[in-house]
């Protein structure tokens, strides 16, 4: 199995900056014990007052170098988990400061990106503000499709995806697009997740989707397994099997680092694969679901990382 979401590299960051790897090494053991063999690992921003409200931590100073951090997490990660495929991502590029900066992370290994968290910044808004792109928004989006460089639709206001969407089709590249931790709004009507509005702009850049299974994005009952089923279902029917993926967007780290926001995921992550491969055999033809599980994932990861 491929997760498309986790936010390893802030773990391993994190590890670094306290001085204490014990989380990061509770993580990675259960990571190993999971049957993964690839993760999306992501180095998150947001303002500097959410994250310290969120990590319940100052280490995350004014003088925010995002390639020191990138570089530093990496180098931890690849020593921890030596055997996990990694595609590095940065989720929220607030402090990357241009395009120039973009290409110098790209040559750090930098492979994805997520333009927004949930809040306005330079370069766009996410899902609590109702505006677009900004003209550095867009110079960065079509600086990361010239990189080749996966572009994560995820937390992105309406405009701000539309506006993605349009570059993404004026361009003459094939660029890889995904939305790797939004699940379906028609089954649970939660602002993160996908109208049909935006799953049919989806369709006309052949972008995928990654089925979170994070519990408050899929059902508002406890129906929970039956409703990731159905949204496993309707991503299919909308987008066909090749584009559907899966992720699990784990919530581990907050269990130490900031107890409020710890929402157990769907799944233990130990034993992850074959507990996600129990649900799905039982309700979809093998050949999808090896699809969903690791093919359509491995796509992205072999365009991506050559």
């Given at each position: 199995?491929?997760?498309?979401?986790?936010?390893?590299?802030?773990?391993?960051y994190l590890s670094y900056i306290t001085g204490d790897d014990s989380v990061l090494?509770?993580?990675?053991?259960?990571?190993?014990?999971?049957?993964?063999?690839?993760?999306?690992?992501?180095?998150?921003?947001?303002?500097?007052?959410?994250?310290?409200?969120e990590l319940h931590s100052n280490y995350y100073k004014d003088d925010i170098s995002?390639?020191?951090?990138?570089?530093?997490?990496?180098?931890?990660?690849?020593?921890?988990?030596?055997?996990?495929?990694?595609?590095?991502?940065?989720?929220?590029?607030?402090?990357?400061?241009?395009e120039y900066e973009l290409e110098e992370l790209y040559k750090l290994g930098l492979r994805s990106i997520i333009l927004v968290w949930n809040n306005k910044n330079k370069y766009g808004s996410g899902i609590r503000d109702k505006g677009g792109l900004s003209s550095d928004?867009?110079?960065?989006?079509?600086?990361?499709?010239?990189?080749?460089?996966?572009?994560?639709?995820?937390h992105a206001s309406y405009y701000t995806y539309k506006d993605i969407i349009n570059i993404i089709k004026d361009s003459d590249k094939d660029v890889v697009c995904y939305a790797s931790h939004s699940n379906i709004k028609r089954i649970c009507d939660?602002?993160?997740?996908?109208?049909?509005?935006?799953?049919?702009?989806?369709?006309?850049?052949?972008?995928?989707?990654?089925?979170?299974?994070?519990?408050?994005?899929?059902?508002?009952?406890?129906?929970?397994i039956s409703k990731y089923i159905e949204m496993i279902r309707y991503g299919i029917s909308y987008l066909g099997d090749n584009y559907v993926m899966l992720s699990t967007d784990d919530m581990y780290l907050y269990k130490y680092y900031c107890k409020e926001y710890y929402v157990k995921s769907l799944f233990d992550y130990n034993n992850l694969k074959d507990n996600i491969y129990k649900v799905l055999s039982k309700e979809l033809d093998e050949n999808v679901v090896q699809k969903v599980m690791v093919k359509n994932a491995n796509d992205i990861f072999r365009k991506l990382k050559g």
């Open positions: 199995m491929i997760d498309m979401h986790y936010d390893l590299l802030t773990v391993a090494k509770d993580i990675c053991k259960q990571i190993n014990n999971s049957g993964v063999t690839g993760i999306v690992a992501n180095l998150y921003f947001m303002s500097r007052d959410e994250m310290r409200k995002v390639k020191d951090m990138f570089r530093i997490s990496m180098d931890i990660i690849n020593k921890y988990l030596p055997n996990i495929d990694i595609l590095p991502s940065i989720e929220g590029c607030d402090y990357i400061k241009d928004g867009i110079k960065l989006i079509k600086k990361a499709i010239d990189l080749n460089i996966g572009i994560d639709l995820s939660r602002p993160r997740n996908l109208s049909d509005i935006q799953l049919d702009m989806l369709k006309e850049v052949k972008g995928y989707i990654g089925i979170v299974a994070y519990p408050p994005f899929i059902s508002n009952n406890k129906d929970v």
